[in-house]
Every structure is written in C-alpha cells, then in structure tokens.
Nanobody, 126 residues
Framework: QVQLVESGGGLVQAGGSLRLSCAAS????????MGWFRQAPGKEREFVAA????????PYADSGKGRFTISRDYAKNTMSLQMSSLEPEYTAVYYC???????????????????WGQGTQVTVSS
C-alpha cells in the first residue's frame, strides 16, 4: 500500500511557473513508477508526465515537452514536477499516481496506476 500526497498547487499568471510535489509513504518508493495526470472540469483525466522506477525514463505529454521537468528523490520519497511557461489551458487538478515497476506498458494510461493522491489545484490566469 502506498499513500500519496500532492502539494504546491496554486494560482499563477500565464507564463509563470509552479513546482508540484508528491510525497509517498508506505512500501518501498523504488518499487514504483510515478506519474502526473491532470483533470479539468468536464474533461477526462489526461497524462502529463511520468518517471520510471529507476528514474531512467521520463516520458512527457506533448503539452509538457520543453515546459515541464519531472524528477524523484529516493532519499526523501518524493516526486516533483517543475512547470514553466504555464498557459490558462493548463488549469486543472493535478494528480500524483504510482504503479508497480513490474508493469511495463505505456505510462500514459490512467488505469495502469494503482495508487492516486487527492490532487492539487493549479489555476493559470490569463
């Protein structure tokens, strides 16, 4: 069992930056690949970025390439998402997720993740 808690959301102007964090507790952090997803009102949950259990693979959604950087700290059991050049359409609740390293399928499938945080709101004003 893994518990995930997101933090770092807030209100930011377009073009600004935010850093989201996800704190993990429970079973060994390095057993899990981690991901960020977001969900805007009336829309489906969509993939943002992920990082493999080893940290060696970091896929991004097209919207985040060149803007977002995902990382993880094994000593602190945390994962972060540094977001820059934010746009109003990025406004959403951002969720942290974890899945077993045994699973080797695509990272962008929400159903492949076993554990989810409660989400943190990101609002980008124009």
């Amino acid at each position: 069992q893994v518990q995930l808690v997101e933090s770092g959301g807030g209100l930011v102007q377009a073009g600004g930056s935010l850093r989201l964090s996800c704190a993990a507790s429970g079973r060994s952090f390095n057993r899990y690949a981690m991901g960020w997803f977001r969900q805007a009102p009336g829309k489906e949950r969509e993939f943002v970025a992920a990082i493999s259990w080893s940290g060696g693979s970091t896929p991004y959604a097209d919207s985040g390439k060149g803007r977002f950087t995902i990382s993880r700290d094994y000593a602190k059991n945390t994962m972060s998402l540094q977001m820059s050049s934010l746009e109003p359409e990025y406004t959403a609740v951002y969720y942290c997720a974890a899945r077993s390293r045994i699973y080797t399928g695509n990272y962008d499938v929400p159903g492949s993740y076993d554990y989810w945080g409660q989400g943190t709101q990101v609002t980008v004003s124009s």
